[in-house]
């Protein structure tokens, strides 16, 4: 599986670089998203703005990245989505389970108010 990471202050931008994300790739990226919250990142934004397909598979590895940044404290953001990808994401109903924005910017705004929100509540 291709893809590049960039390691943010705050965050990590993982961008697969494949066009399909099935059930040859999904184990990879499972470990892969894994792999980078072992490293002690707990924000994720999985750009997904150059997968054009994804099937069941695939949108189970973007459950357990959720849950598993989810379960840290952390958040997990899925960014600019495919058309594709997004009806199966709506059709499955987990458009109400995943953070999903249009943009890059826009998934560091969440990360920056998620970021915000918790040290609130670590205050009160």
């Known amino acids: 599986m291709k893809y590049t990471v960039d390691k943010k202050e705050q965050y990590v931008v993982f961008t697969p670089m494949e066009e399909k994300l099935d059930s040859a790739l999904s184990p990879i990226l499972k470990s892969e998203l894994l792999t980078v919250q072992a490293e002690g990142y707990n924000n994720l934004v999985l750009d997904m703005s150059q997968v054009k397909y994804a099937d069941s ?35 499955s109903m987990l458009d109400k389970v995943f953070n999903i924005v249009d943009s890059l910017e826009e998934a560091a705004e969440a990360i920056f108010i998620h970021e915000i929100e918790n040290k609130e509540e670590e205050e009160d």
């Open 57 to 91: 598979s695939g949108l189970s590895a973007l459950l357990v990245g959720n849950r598993e940044f989810n379960r840290a404290g952390g958040i997990f953001v899925i960014a600019s989505p495919q058309d594709h990808v997004m009806k199966l994401i709506k059709i």
